[in-house]
């Protein structure tokens, strides 16, 4: 076996695939949905947040929320991304063509998140840059280092935890109510507005277990100048959700072919 | 006149019956409940009952326009893509009181549905709302019902003639809520939002019903209802009119 046999060809076949995939599902990528969901809809969130934020309080959103707000953005991105491209995968009519071939699930499975976490980072870079320029989030001691490493960790457990999604779409041939819950659940459960500490310890234990909750803590303390020694805890914590999300959707992933292959099911 | 009628209330049973289902409910509601959640924190941080009803009344109402506009959007579209439109076409109805029905169905479902986020919204507020005069809000509400009707009905049209792309929507729901002002005043917007938002007839709407809520009288809110009302009739107007031109399109190019 060469070395082309060995790494090239799988990993050009990996590239093929997550570039087909990402241009034949991901059906907002046309000029004025992506503008639409990259730029436009995050932006107005935050602006609608500090808003609600004013009335309530007398004061705009804090820089911790006006960041929390920008990296849902990420999130949001990823979730509708790969969970609508499960989704079409069956109901274009491919997905049996998958399950038949001989190439590799864990390529198969991960070529379909490759894309949209690249995607997630833009998103985040995006809406990070309006979140300083507009609202004025104040970088000056910001250690961009951390930052970066925050972002991709985010990125890696949010599309993990996507991935993992998706084969829910492929049982349920719905993704707009999961990426409802999916999107529901960041807001609200990962410390973006709500303290955790002021949630109810069953709805902050799930948050926990969610994406970019441990993230942001990270994100968050960069943005005031963290190194990333000092936060070594919460991005390995981001990670460990990531990776727990990887293991048990890929399995389940198989488990779907499984099924596919001895009773015929999902295919249609 | 009584064909027109007909016709619409034809299409609001049809479309209540379409959408009055537990997966519509579950949809529409699961989505918005931690936005709900959210905004009701945020209201409960301010100590005041006026605010707590504030949100908790204008969550109803961004629930039903939400969930509603998301449907519209892709109606004609729908219909488009599944080789109907041209027999709703050949109906001697106009295609506008057709869907217009079909809207006031929408707008009525997703407005019940909306009570829930109402009574989410007051538990997580954690403070007794405050209603002002009963007669005042009852008008104020069906003046901004009437503006979520017209506000999520323009874009029946307007989504098919702008090519019905997938995601076109995802930005449509932030900047019509902003703007309409559901869950904040629309006077705290700065200038260069606050005025295309009064260009809507649900950001006065919403704000004479949180005038309304504060205890002003009558007399003091009526110039929003009547601006409200005014701007309802005009985009009305204005969805009648992309109508006529969705038939022109369909017509000159054909079903596609």
């Known amino acids: ?268 | 006149m009584r064909d027109i009628r007909r016709a619409v209330v034809g299409a609001v049973v049809q479309q209540w019956l379409e959408t009055a289902q537990i997966s519509q409910f579950i949809s529409a509601v699961i989505g918005q409940l931690a936005a709900v959640a959210v905004f009701a924190w945020l209201a409960r941080q301010s100590g005041r009952g006026d605010v707590v009803s504030a949100i908790a009344f204008g969550v109803v109402l961004m629930v039903a326009w939400r969930a509603s506009v998301f449907r519209l959007g892709f109606m004609v579209v729908g219909s488009n893509n599944q080789g109907t439109l041209e027999l709703e076409m050949m109906s001697r109805a106009p295609m506008f009181w057709i869907m217009l029905g079909k809207t006031l169905a929408l707008v009525s479902f997703f407005a019940l549905t909306g009570l829930l986020c109402f009574a989410t919204a007051v538990v997580v507020g954690g403070l007794a709302p405050t209603t002002g005069n009963p007669a005042i809000l009852a008008v104020s509400l069906l003046v901004t019902l009437a503006a979520i009707v017209a506000l999520a009905y323009v874009f029946a049209p307007l989504t098919f003639l702008a090519g019905g792309q997938a995601g076109f929507m995802n930005a449509v729901f932030p900047v019509g809520i902003l703007l309409s002002g559901f869950v904040q005043p629309t006077a705290l917007l700065p200038t260069f939002l606050e005025v295309p938002a009064r260009l809507l007839p649900t950001s006065w709407a919403t704000e004479a019903l949180m005038m309304g809520l504060q205890g002003e009288s009558a007399s003091a809110i009526a110039p929003g209802w009547a601006a409200s009302l005014t701007l309802t009739v005009a985009t009305l107007a204005l969805t009648a009119w992309m109508f006529a031109r969705c038939e022109a399109v369909v017509r000159g190019r054909g079903a596609q």
């Not at chain 1, 001989?102 to 991960?110: E, M, P, T």
């Open chain 1, 1 to 268: 076996m060469t070395a082309r046999d060995a790494v090239l060809d799988p990993l050009w076949r990996f590239g093929i695939q997550a570039w087909v995939s990402f241009r034949g599902l991901f059906m907002w990528f046309t000029p004025f949905p992506y503008v639409s969901n990259i730029f436009i809809a995050p932006f107005v969130n935050i602006a609608l947040f500090s808003m609600v934020t004013r009335f309530s309080t007398g004061q705009g959103a804090s820089d911790q929320v006006v960041v929390g707000m920008a990296v849902l953005a990420l999130s949001g991105i990823v979730f509708g991304g790969i969970l609508q491209s499960f989704t079409y995968e069956r109901d274009f009519g491919t997905l049996p063509v998958i399950l038949a071939s001989r190439g590799s699930r864990f390529v198969a499975y991960w070529s379909r998140g490759a894309l949209h976490y690249l995607d997630g980072l833009v998103a985040a870079a995006v809406t990070l840059l309006a979140a300083v320029v507009v609202f004025g989030v104040d970088v000056s001691s910001t250690n961009f280092f951390t930052v970066t490493l925050a972002l991709l960790a985010i990125s890696a457990s949010c599309t993990a935890f996507a991935l993992f999604g998706g084969n829910f779409t492929l049982i349920l041939k719905n993704w707009l109510v999961l990426i409802s819950v999916t999107n529901g659940s960041m807001l609200a459960l990962t410390g973006i507005v709500i303290p955790r500490d002021a949630l109810h310890p069953v709805l902050e234990f799930i948050g926990s277990a969610l994406p970019l909750t441990h993230g942001l803590v990270a994100l968050r303390a960069g943005v005031e100048g963290a190194a990333p020694s000092m936060v070594g805890g919460a991005l390995g914590a981001e990670l460990l959700v990531g990776l727990g999300y990887a293991v048990v959707g890929s399995a389940l992933y198989r488990w779907i072919e499984y099924r596919a292959r001895v009773r015929g099911e999902f295919h249609e």
